[in-house]
């Protein structure tokens, strides 16, 4: 359940913090994505006995917090609203005098939907039907139960909305508690009633606060001012809204074919993977702090694969929409593992990632890049042959490293060797990796062109190697050579696709900040990510430079925030930068690791010397990481 407001202003996750009037309170949201999906069935409550397009309100009115939103309307109109995993609970405080009513579209979504909607005494029951996602064929049907305090004075409905009154004389306040389901309404109603129970607004409001702060505990952090806690647990908020829990309280759950299926005792299935993004340290940083749920959500991948056929790059609800490029999904399956999250079926996931790397519908392009050692231009259904050769390589990588934990040592030696397929894009002409052709020559090529790269360009691509740095640094004429070119290259932090500069606002450049430390200057990637972090990143409802993706480009900011990176993809080092915080300890469900950083704050950001230690207690701890020396990193 994601019960949040949407304005009038259409934005994709639902809410544009410029525009002053919402247009209803929808129960499901995707947060941050690149396109539009959810919003469906939106609750709107109105006064004068008629639907209305939209009211306004004052941010003044409004506040939001964890578990939690309440906005009241220039009308006088107050709604507050709280969640459960699988429900939502709404109080609308009515004006005294006014005509109470309230509409419930079931026929509404941020993409094109269907419906069906049922009016009781004091319920509202349906499903939404919508899908679409960046245009793409996906369908999902979203089935949901509301059930009011009180009777209805007045009833109507017109396709799929419904429109009803209340008698509000006595009691202003009226509360609606909602349940979804992908399965069935009867499962949507059984999800409310099991998670509220008897509980009341503010006691379920204050449970999911509770819920909420024990999660974001889980990362403990002294020192640093307000703004660099504020940033910290805003960042690690957005970071863990997905995937989400897409099974119900009796472990059922729509399956990728369409079937119902049912979650083993006390797992969850999780739903809505932005595969492309979350994959690089949004997924790691939920395996980190809570690797038994990161092994929920790698289990509910290798499920859609095994329902599916194939890993999808970007799944939404029960259905995978063949966005984006590469092969993201196995690499957080590999570096959930990596982290420790090990519950899942990994004889499975292993054999569905083999499969899966000759599947086109998983790997566009397999052919070529299996013969050739590279994407050429040209071939059907890829975007970017570049951007694409690239993510294959990566994907390749945390294959062979899932597979060597696993003891499968042929397979890993397959994946490994295929991972250094970037060096066949690596053109000793001008050190740039670069499109080639599938007759082994070079097209004509501009550091800043997006053509065969997916949202960055060529000068943006050149550093995405996480797992290999050393052997593009080689290529790259060695260490000093790289430095001085990293220098140039983060002579903006946010240059954008059309400039061959850093473009920190979107996912391919995150993992280059970190490239100084494997060329032996610590220093300045500590320099890099401190200046990013605190110019990029604010606590204030533009304090993100780009779309959040589903948490990925938050993630981000919360391991800044602790001075390290999960650079490498399947595997769990670490490359150290410097913490905001002179202390920061990660509580991990029963492990946890301690970084020490006396000193350390949002202007003190080179460490002079470091220290690592081991106690009886399985946690590390590091002080003092050294600004001159090559880069060190652990393994959890």
Not at 45 to 73: I, K, Q, R
Not at 158 to 185: K, L, M, N, W, Y
Not at 462 to 470: E, I, K
Not at 573 to 583: D, R, T, W
């Amino acid at each position: 359940m994601q019960f949040s407001p949407d304005t009038a202003t259409y934005q994709h996750g639902g809410y544009s913090y410029d525009d002053g009037r919402i247009r209803g309170f929808s129960l499901t949201h995707l947060s941050g994505a690149g396109c539009g999906d959810f919003g469906n069935v939106p609750f709107m409550p109105v006064l004068d006995g008629s639907p209305v397009a939209d009211c306004s309100f004052s941010h003044d009115n409004e506040s939001a917090s964890p578990g939690a939103y309440d906005v009241t309307f220039d009308n006088g109109l107050r709604t507050e609203l709280s969640a459960t995993q699988r429900s939502g609970i709404a109080r609308f405080t009515y004006p005294q005098g006014q005509q109470a009513s309230l509409s419930v579209d079931a026929a509404k979504a941020f993409n094109d939907a269907s419906d069906a909607v049922r009016v009781g005494s004091n319920t509202i029951s349906g499903y939404s039907d919508s899908g679409g996602f960046c245009g793409a064929d996906n369908s999902y049907r979203v089935h949901f139960h509301a059930t009011f305090d009180r009777d209805f004075t007045t009833t109507q409905v017109d396709g799929g909305r419904a429109f009803v009154g209340f008698d509000t004389a006595q009691a202003p306040e009226v509360v609606a508690r909602i349940g979804i389901s992908f399965v069935s309404e009867d499962n949507a109603k059984a999800n409310a009633e099991t998670e509220q129970g008897g509980r009341g607004f503010d006691e379920i409001r204050d449970g999911a606060r509770a819920a909420w702060n024990g999660v974001l505990g889980r990362i403990d952090v002294g020192g640093g001012s307000d703004e660099d806690r504020r940033r910290l647990y805003t960042g690690l908020y957005h970071s863990l809204l997905h995937p989400s829990v897409f099974s119900d309280v009796n472990g059922q759950y729509a399956g990728f074919d369409g079937q119902v299926h049912t979650a083993a005792e006390g797992r969850a299935q999780y739903a809505n993977y932005s595969g492309w993004d979350v994959y690089r340290s949004q997924l790691p940083l939920v395996a980190l702090i809570a690797p038994d749920i990161a092994s929920d959500i790698a289990q509910s991948a290798v499920n859609q694969s095994v329902q599916g056929g194939y890993f999808d790059r970007w799944t939404v609800a029960n259905g995978g929409t063949g966005v984006m490029v590469g092969d993201p999904l196995p690499i957080m399956v590999a570096s959930a593992h990596a982290f420790g999250a090990t519950g899942f079926d990994t004889a499975t996931a292993l054999r569905q990632m083999r499969e899966g790397a000759t599947n086109t519908d998983e790997r566009p392009g397999h052919a070529e890049y299996d013969s050739l050692g590279h994407v050429p231009p040209g071939v059907q259904d890829v975007w970017g042959s570049a951007a694409t050769t690239l993510e294959y390589t990566s994907a390749d990588f945390a294959i062979s490293q899932f597979a060597e934990r696993l003891g499968a040592t042929d397979v890993h030696e397959e994946f490994l060797a295929k991972a250094q397929n970037f060096e066949n894009l690596f053109n000793p002409a001008n050190s740039y990796l670069q499109p080639r052709n599938a007759d082994g020559s070079w097209p004509q090529f501009d550091p800043v062109q997006t053509e065969e790269y997916t949202e960055g360009n060529g000068a943006q691509y050149t550093w995405m190697v996480p797992f290999n740095q050393r052997a593009l640094f080689d290529l790259m004429g060695g260490d000093e050579r790289v430095v001085s070119r990293l220098d140039e290259f983060f002579t903006e932090l946010n240059g954008g696709p059309d400039k061959p500069y850093a473009y920190l606002g979107n996912e391919p450049s995150l993992n280059a900040p970190w490239a100084y430390a494997y060329a032996g200057r610590p220093d300045r990637t500590q320099d890099v990510v401190r200046r990013a972090l605190t110019s990029l990143f604010k606590s204030t409802p533009d304090g993100e430079v780009g779309n959040d993706d589903l948490g990925q480009m938050s993630s981000w900011s919360v391991w800044a925030s602790i001075g390290m990176y999960p650079q490498v993809p399947g595997r769990s080092e670490l490359v150290l930068a410097s913490p905001v915080f002179s202390s920061v300890r990660i509580d991990r469900g029963g492990t946890s690791i301690a970084i020490n950083a006396p000193g350390a704050s949002e202007s003190a950001k080179f460490v002079r010397g470091w220290r690592s230690t081991a106690s009886t207690a399985p946690s590390r701890g590091w002080a003092r990481t050294s600004s001159r020396r090559a880069a060190r990193s652990t393994s959890i």
